[in-house]
């Protein structure tokens, strides 16, 4: 049987190594100074990548840990990057920062042969002869990542230090009698709140991928198309474009019909004929060089809002603008919200009270936002910073022919929020 050929086409939105650090080092030791923290050890995939550069293949959350950082608050020249062997390889292509390397045995070496010292040799590449790395790395090659990270501790004047741990189980396990371990997140959150020129980059760029991906999955659509298949060209696009979409889909929001208008959530088990005149709320959620994106708007289905819904197209159209340029350094969230509501009433639609207005964070996740500020005050009317990336979401809940939103993605400055979107805040027509 002869093969036929297949022409490739090529992700527009191609992967290559980045620039190192990125992240927001100064920000992360603030926030140990204020915390009273001596040093951080991170052991989750987002905060490994996020100090270092490095993001491992294959592993999932719930996994033992295959690697982590430690940074002293009194050495911050001095980070520590732990690898199992076996992930030693990838920092030939993608680069990291950090100097001293060090890794131990993961699951590949055999248990029925005596452990040598120059295993470690067989899990580093040619290319990486002249890495600034291997030195550090051939003399701390060690049994477990336990005895990994107390070393490091040590070597770092650690081993009588708090220290945030990003996971508790992890420092836990380690078992180092003078440390007083501490809940990492909200010191980690603190530092991811406000991006750094290089991420700003990464969700703009994120954010463009998403565009293009809704705007093609509409120009799909044909009578007849049912919402599953709406879901699997989204994330077709999405994927061949170059991103990256999660199970169980990448859409967010429930659609229901027959005049309900409950504000629900999918489930990628719904399925129903995507009918003209429908308003489908685009809300996606994906992610490339593992930043989100997130976002999208009102798609009125192959036709244009009825009288009522155009009106309150129009209202959302006008809080959504006045929202961005009200998300300025200093603003709470009650406050915005109070303004946006404000906006709808003297556009004089219906039940203003019912339109939801919220707003989260975004990079790695999909908060990056400290929950309990270091002076142990809960979070959650917080106040917008400069240099952050925020979500503007509205949404005017009603029927399957008016409910209408809006999610924009903006980089917060002292003169508004810069949008993410090129498209503008009016629905998609036709």
Same mark, same amino acid.
């Given at each position: 049987?002869?093969?036929?050929?297949?022409?490739?086409?090529?992700?527009?939105?191609?992967?290559?190594?980045?620039?190192?650090?990125?992240? @927001?080092?100064?920000?992360? %030791? *603030?926030? !140990?100074?204020?915390?009273?923290?001596? =040093? &951080?050890?991170?052991?989750?995939?987002?905060?490994?990548?996020?100090?270092?550069?490095?993001?491992?293949?294959?592993?999932?959350?719930?996994?033992?840990?295959?690697?982590?950082?430690?940074?002293?608050?009194?050495?911050?020249?001095?980070?520590?990057?732990?690898?199992?062997?076996?992930?030693?390889?990838?920092?030939?292509?993608?680069?990291?920062?950090?100097?001293?390397?060090?890794?131990?045995?993961?699951?590949?070496?055999?248990?029925?042969?005596?452990?040598?010292?120059?295993?470690?040799?067989?899990?580093?590449?040619?290319?990486?002869?002249?890495?600034?790395?291997?030195?550090?790395?051939?003399?701390?090659?060690?049994?477990?990542?336990?005895?990994?990270?107390?070393?490091?501790?040590?070597?770092?004047?650690?081993? @009588?230090?708090?220290?945030? %741990? *990003?996971? !508790?189980?992890?420092?836990?396990?380690? =078992? &180092?009698?003078?440390?007083?371990?501490?809940?990492?997140?909200?010191?980690?959150?603190?530092?991811?709140?406000?991006?750094?020129?290089?991420?700003?980059?990464?969700?703009?760029?994120?954010?463009?991928?998403?565009?293009?991906?809704?705007?093609?999955?509409?120009?799909?659509?044909?009578?007849?198309?049912?919402?599953?298949?709406?879901?699997?060209?989204?994330?077709?696009?999405?994927?061949?474009?170059?991103?990256?979409?999660?199970?169980?889909?990448?859409?967010?929001?429930?659609?229901?019909?027959?005049?309900?208008?409950?504000?629900?959530?999918?489930?990628?088990?719904?399925?129903?004929?995507?009918?003209?005149?429908?308003?489908?709320?685009?809300?996606?959620?994906?992610?490339?060089?593992?930043?989100?994106?997130?976002?999208?708007?009102?798609?009125?289905? *192959?036709?244009?809002?009825?009288?009522?819904?155009?009106?309150?197209?129009?209202?959302?159209?006008?809080?959504?603008?006045?929202?961005?340029?009200?998300?300025?350094?200093?603003?709470?969230?009650?406050?915005?919200?109070?303004?946006?509501?404000?906006?709808?009433?003297?556009?004089?639609?219906?039940?203003?009270?019912?339109?939801?207005?919220?707003?989260?964070?975004?990079?790695?996740?999909?908060?990056?936002?400290?929950?309990?500020?270091?002076?142990?005050?809960?979070?959650?009317?917080?106040?917008?910073?400069?240099?952050?990336?925020?979500?503007?979401?509205?949404?005017?809940?009603?029927?399957?022919?008016?409910?209408?939103?809006?999610?924009?993605?903006?980089?917060?400055?002292?003169?508004?929020?810069?949008?993410?979107?090129?498209?503008?805040?009016?629905?998609?027509?036709?």
């Amino acid at each position: 049987m002869t093969m036929t050929p297949k022409t490739l086409q090529t992700p527009e939105f191609r992967r290559s190594p980045l620039t190192v650090p990125f992240c @927001n080092l100064e920000r992360l %030791f *603030d926030s !140990l100074e204020q915390r009273n923290l001596d =040093g &951080v050890v991170v052991s989750t995939s987002y905060n490994v990548f996020y100090l270092s550069g490095f993001q491992g293949i294959a592993h999932k959350s719930d996994e033992p840990r295959p690697y982590a950082v430690i940074l002293s608050r009194h050495s911050p020249e001095h980070p520590i990057l732990i690898l199992a062997d076996y992930y030693v390889g990838s920092l030939t292509t993608q680069p990291t920062w950090i100097n001293d390397v060090r890794s131990f045995r993961g699951v590949m070496l055999p248990l029925d042969l005596a452990s040598k010292p120059d295993d470690i040799d067989r899990f580093v590449p040619n290319k990486a002869n002249d890495a600034p790395w291997l030195p550090e790395l051939r003399s701390n090659f060690h049994e477990s990542i336990g005895d990994a990270c107390r070393h490091a501790l040590g070597d770092l004047g650690l081993t @009588n230090s708090r220290i945030a %741990f *990003d996971e !508790l189980r992890f420092g836990h396990q380690l =078992g &180092v009698d003078g440390v007083e371990i501490v809940d990492g997140y909200d010191p980690l959150m603190y530092a991811r709140s406000v991006k750094t020129s290089q991420e700003i980059g990464f969700l703009q760029r994120a954010t463009r991928l998403n565009q293009m991906a809704i705007e093609r999955t509409v120009s799909t659509w044909s009578r007849g198309m049912s919402w599953r298949e709406l879901n699997h060209t989204y994330h077709q696009n999405a994927v061949g474009l170059g991103g990256f979409v999660r199970d169980p889909g990448a859409m967010v929001w429930g659609h229901p019909r027959g005049g309900d208008a409950a504000i629900t959530l999918q489930t990628g088990l719904e399925d129903f004929e995507v009918e003209t005149g429908l308003h489908i709320l685009f809300d996606c959620h994906g992610t490339l060089d593992s930043y989100c994106w997130d976002g999208g708007k009102t798609w009125v289905v *192959d036709s244009e809002p009825n009288v009522q819904a155009k009106s309150i197209a129009s209202a959302t159209e006008e809080v959504a603008g006045d929202l961005l340029n009200a998300m300025r350094p200093g603003i709470k969230v009650s406050e915005l919200q109070a303004r946006g509501r404000s906006v709808f009433r003297k556009a004089g639609v219906p039940d203003a009270d019912t339109a939801i207005i919220f707003f989260h964070g975004l990079g790695l996740s999909h908060m990056d936002l400290e929950q309990v500020s270091s002076e142990g005050i809960p979070n959650a009317d917080w106040a917008l910073e400069e240099g952050m990336v925020v979500p503007l979401h509205v949404l005017y809940p009603g029927d399957e022919n008016n409910r209408m939103w809006i999610e924009e993605v903006a980089h917060v400055t002292t003169d508004g929020a810069t949008p993410f979107f090129s498209w503008g805040l009016n629905p998609l027509i036709g």
